[in-house]
């Protein structure tokens, strides 16, 4: 089969490194794709969202099969355009429609979906302009830390966690009426914080069946310790140490098995994966949000750990046999550590030249902001690689990776090294 991947972070590169080293695919295109994906594949450059171009490459290069990597070409419907076109419409294209893809796009649209369906989340109100004062009274009535976010898709930069009150007030007031994150904050879910530790437990579908794959835990903060501003994401764990068997067939049971019946029961044909982002609240989940695709940097350490062809799945999803497909999980744990530029989540410079990786050993590097120049290798972005390593623990797997972390070289690279110490405590080793 041949295939084309959507995407350039590292969420597509591990795909692309596991794809390729399917039987079943014979040709694999990245679109943009970066320096790591050309590796296993052949870049095209076309942005994941310019779907006409998309669609010419499709015909072109006769394509079996698209996977979607990033939530915003599923959210402007690029699984609804497939399907509309009679040249591409028997193409399957792992993600879903618009339709599901709102479980991601609009805050408020998935919240009312767990209401609905009795899907155990934060309790929570929206508003926008027309009732800002409302909002104002919802916030007196809860306790901090107050929890904004942003109703649409803002590049995982959406929520705010304040524990002023009239901060609190004024942030909503920035979102709001001077549109502090563009449209995408016009609306604004106020709700209560959840206390607890989060994971993230990721679930592919064909519609009707489902399959759990490992769960994660990752890092979103800049800062050790969970501190500074939010990010796309510093590193990750997997398995999660405190995600017991008892602690997933809850997870199973109260949020994957009514998510699904609820897609089905609204009409919703969803194909592709679920990522829920969850709380750990003494030992019941509670849903924080949904994704309507893999996470990044989540994919680098779950992916890894799946032992069986990952296209196999990917054809149980198209052709809604998944329940007939089963998948291997590797025991040992998987941690990656994410290289970032200097400045990073804020302002950063591009086409820092990145040396050494030659010297990586017993690790994976997966590429997220890089590109190559000059037949050099350069940084490209906020986040630049994830170092992904397996081990028999947290501590050996991470060990592996900072020590690789530490090998490569380019100019104000920054990287956190508290990534999985907090779930030490829970760990025997």
Same mark, same amino acid.
């Given at each position: ?5 959507l995407?350039s972070?590292?969420?597509?590169h591990?795909?692309a ?10 040709? +694999?295109?990245?679109a943009?794709?970066? &320096? /790591?994906?050309?590796?296993?594949g052949t $870049?095209?450059n076309?942005? @994941?969202t310019?779907f006409?171009?998309?669609?010419t490459?499709?015909l072109?290069k006769s394509i079996?099969?698209?996977v979607v ?5 599923l959210v402007?419907g690029?699984?609804?355009?497939f399907?509309?076109d ?9 993600g ?7 479980l991601?796009g609009?805050k408020?649209?998935s919240?009312?979906?767990?209401e609905k369906?009795?899907?155990p ?12 004062t409302?909002g104002y ?10 929890? +904004?976010?942003?109703?649409g898709?803002a &590049? /995982?930069k959406?929520?705010?966690?304040l $524990?002023?009150l009239?901060? @609190?007030k004024n ?12 449209t995408?904050?016009?609306t604004v ?5 959840l206390?607890g530790i989060?994971?993230s437990?990721?679930?592919l579908?064909?519609?009707k ?6 769960s994660?835990?990752d ?5 050790e ?6 990010t796309?994401?510093?590193?990750a764990?997997?398995p ?6 008892e602690f997933?067939?809850?997870?199973e ?14 009409g919703i044909?969803y ?7 969850l ?5 019941n989940?509670?849903?924080i949000?949904y994704?309507v695709r893999m996470?990044d ?8 750990r799946?032992?069986?062809?990952l296209?196999?799945l990917f054809e149980?999803?198209?052709n809604?046999n998944?329940?007939?497909k089963s998948?291997e999980?590797?025991?040992r ?6 290289l ?7 302002d950063y410079e591009?086409g820092?030249?990145?040396t050494?990786?030659?010297l990586?050993k017993?690790s ?13 290798i350069?940084?490209n972005?906020?986040?630049v690689?994830?170092i992904?390593s397996?081990?028999?623990n947290i501590?050996?797997?991470v ?11 380019y100019?104000k ?10 779930l030490?405590?829970?760990t025997?080793n």
């Amino acid at each position: 089969m041949k295939v084309l991947i959507l995407g350039s972070g590292g969420r597509e590169h591990a795909f692309a490194w596991k794809l390729s080293q399917s039987p079943k695919v014979t040709k +694999l295109y990245i679109a943009p794709g970066n &320096a /790591g994906t050309e590796t296993v594949g052949t $870049n095209v450059n076309i942005s @994941a969202t310019d779907f006409e171009s998309i669609k010419t490459l499709v015909l072109e290069k006769s394509i079996d099969m698209v996977v979607v990597g990033p939530e915003d070409p599923l959210v402007k419907g690029i699984h609804d355009y497939f399907l509309a076109d009679l040249q591409l419409k028997k193409i399957p294209v792992i993600g879903p429609q618009k339709s599901g893809a709102q479980l991601e796009g609009s805050k408020e649209f998935s919240k009312k979906f767990m209401e609905k369906h009795n899907i155990p989340t934060a309790k929570y109100k929206s508003f926008s302009k027309e009732n800002i004062t409302d909002g104002y009274r919802f916030l007196e009535s809860l306790k901090p830390p107050y929890v +904004l976010k942003a109703d649409g898709l803002a &590049a /995982g930069k959406g929520v705010l966690i304040l $524990n002023d009150l009239n901060e @609190a007030k004024n942030e909503l007031s920035m979102m709001i009426e001077n549109q502090k994150f563009g449209t995408a904050s016009s609306t604004v879910v106020v709700e209560e914080f959840l206390t607890g530790i989060e994971l993230s437990v990721f679930v592919l579908t064909d519609g009707k069946s489902y399959k759990i794959l490992p769960s994660a835990k990752d890092y979103k903060r800049i800062g050790e310790g969970d501190t500074g501003l939010n990010t796309g994401g510093m590193g990750a764990v997997s398995p999660v140490p405190f995600a017991t068997d008892e602690f997933i067939k809850k997870v199973e049971d109260r949020i994957v098995v009514p998510t699904i019946n609820g897609l089905i029961k609204d009409g919703i044909d969803y194909k592709g994966f679920i990522f829920i982002g969850l709380m750990n609240d003494g030992g019941n989940p509670f849903v924080i949000e949904y994704n309507v695709r893999m996470g990044d940097p989540e994919t680098e350490v779950v992916i890894p750990r799946i032992k069986s062809d990952l296209m196999n799945l990917f054809e149980g999803v198209a052709n809604q046999n998944l329940h007939e497909k089963s998948f291997e999980v590797d025991a040992r744990t998987a941690t990656t550590v994410m290289l970032v530029s200097g400045g990073y989540p804020e302002d950063y410079e591009k086409g820092k030249k990145i040396t050494h990786l030659d010297l990586v050993k017993d690790s994976i590097v997966f590429h997220a902001g890089t590109t190559k120049k000059d037949n050099e290798i350069i940084t490209n972005g906020g986040r630049v690689m994830a170092i992904t390593s397996l081990g028999e623990n947290i501590k050996q797997a991470v060990s592996q990776s900072f020590l690789n972390a530490e090998c490569i070289k380019y100019d104000k690279k920054y990287y956190r090294k508290d990534i999985g110490i907090d779930l030490l405590s829970f760990t025997k080793n």
